[in-house]
């Protein structure tokens, strides 16, 4: 049974920084972590990095020199580090996973909340 875990996320000033992180449990040989969404209150979730190993990352606009996602493969982990943060990035984080034999089977953290004070 494959698990995603999301840490890290909490009340923050604008300006501030968190590190956010995923942690991949269970059969973790068959699954990829791939990125980061968010969706805040009446929003759709969102994109908000995707990182495919040995791959590039994508950004959304809105955090692209803000944001950087990283991983520790060894840890099963994937992080997102969350800098110069504006009320605007206040949202629940997910962590998204696929299957890595089957790109249709995906997977999602229970997520963990950013809030952004001004």
């Known amino acids: 049974q494959v698990q995603l875990v999301e840490s890290g996320g909490g009340l923050v000033q604008a300006g501030g920084s968190l590190r956010l992180s995923c942690v991949a449990s269970?059969?973790?040989?068959?699954?990829?972590?791939i990125g980061w969404y968010r969706q805040a209150p009446g929003k759709q979730r969102e994109l908000v990095a995707e990182?495919?190993?040995?791959?590039?990352?994508n950004y959304a606009d809105s955090v692209k020199g803000r944001f950087t996602i990283a991983r520790d493969n060894a840890k099963n982990t994937l992080y997102l580090h969350l800098n110069s943060l504006k009320p605007d990035d206040t949202a629940v984080y997910y962590c998204?996973?696929?299957?890595?034999?089957?790109?249709?089977?995906?997977?999602w953290g229970q997520g963990t909340q950013v809030t952004v004070s001004s």
């Open positions: 269970g059969s973790t040989f068959s699954i990829n972590l």
């Open positions: 990182n495919y190993s040995g791959g590039t990352t």
């Open positions: 998204k996973g696929r299957g890595a034999s089957d790109y249709s089977r995906v997977y």
